[in-house]
């Protein structure tokens, strides 16, 4: 089972730093990956990185504000978002992927098989 945690409301321009972390599996061992839904749209990649904190990615929205990372001792990976616009507004999901991650290759939701229940974030003008 994977949690998310961290979201809430903020002013643009702000940052969150949400968590994700796993209570029956561990998480070092797996691809994990940052997805976003926002109201109204479809589901879109927002990061991932790849086992022992190697390699990361990021969709061309969050590139230069978010940064992924992992503490495997804590079981948890992270994502920090910075300067944080509206409309980044959007339930956030972490998932474990069957994949790797590398900059070079598009985060594909069809290969994380295992999705945390998300943590709004919203973003006010």
């Known amino acids: 089972q994977l949690v998310e945690s961290g979201g809430g409301l903020v002013q643009a321009g702000g940052s969150l730093n949400l968590s994700c972390t796993a209570s029956?599996?561990?998480?070092?061992?797996?691809?994990i990956g940052w997805f976003r839904q926002a109201q109204g749209k479809e589901r879109e990649a927002v990061s991932c990185?790849?086992?022992?904190?190697?390699?990361?990615n990021f969709a061309d929205s969050g590139k230069g504000r978010f940064g992924v990372s992992r503490d495997d001792a804590k079981n948890t990976v992270y994502l920090k978002m910075n300067m944080l616009r509206p409309e980044d507004t959007a339930v956030y999901y972490c998932?474990?992927?069957?994949?790797?991650?590398?900059?070079?290759?598009?985060?594909?939701?069809?290969?994380?098989?295992?999705w945390g229940q998300g943590t709004q974030v919203t973003v006010s003008a």
């Open positions: 998932a474990r992927g069957s994949t790797f991650c590398d900059d070079s290759v598009d985060i594909r939701a069809n290969q994380y098989l295992y």
């Open positions: 029956t599996f561990t998480l070092g061992r797996y691809t």
């Open positions: 990185i790849g086992t022992s904190g190697g390699r990361t």
